[in-house]
């Protein structure tokens, strides 16, 4: 089983940037694709991103696109979700995990603790 931990989220004003990291246990990192989730208070988990095994191909939410970058490091089992020209909306607590690919969103591992992004208005 997979273990991810996400970190890098924060509190920016509107328009700034975070960077968000995912750091996943396993050797078998490299085979898999991964997706950045988010999760607003009072409302139901959102896919936001994701990545194929070999990054080639990436997937974005039409409300991200443009805005963010997915990438991810096999060499150090790290997926990186770049957030520019943030917005309130954003605000969420991120999540990664394993997907089926980079545009379906079915995971395959527990869910970790998050990363809470807050955008000020």
């Known amino acids: 089983q997979v273990q991810l931990v996400e970190s890098g989220g924060g509190l920016v004003q509107t328009g700034g940037s975070l960077r968000l990291s995912c750091a996943a246990s396993?050797?078998?990192?490299?085979?898999?694709?991964m997706g950045w989730f988010r999760q607003a208070q009072g409302k139901e988990r959102e896919f936001v991103a994701g990545?194929?095994?070999?990054?080639?191909?990436?997937y974005y939410a039409d409300s991200v696109k443009g805005r963010f970058t997915i990438s991810r490091d096999n060499a150090k089992n790290t997926v990186v979700l770049q957030m520019n020209t943030l917005k309130p909306e954003d605000t969420a607590v991120y999540y990664c995990?394993?997907?089926?690919?980079?545009?379906?969103?079915?995971?395959?591992?527990?869910w970790g603790q998050g990363t809470q992004v807050t955008v000020a208005s």
């Open positions: 995990n394993r997907v089926t690919s980079a545009s379906d969103p079915t995971v395959f591992c527990s």
């Open positions: 396993g050797r078998t990192f490299s085979t898999y694709a």
């Open positions: 990545i194929s095994w070999t990054g080639g191909r990436t």
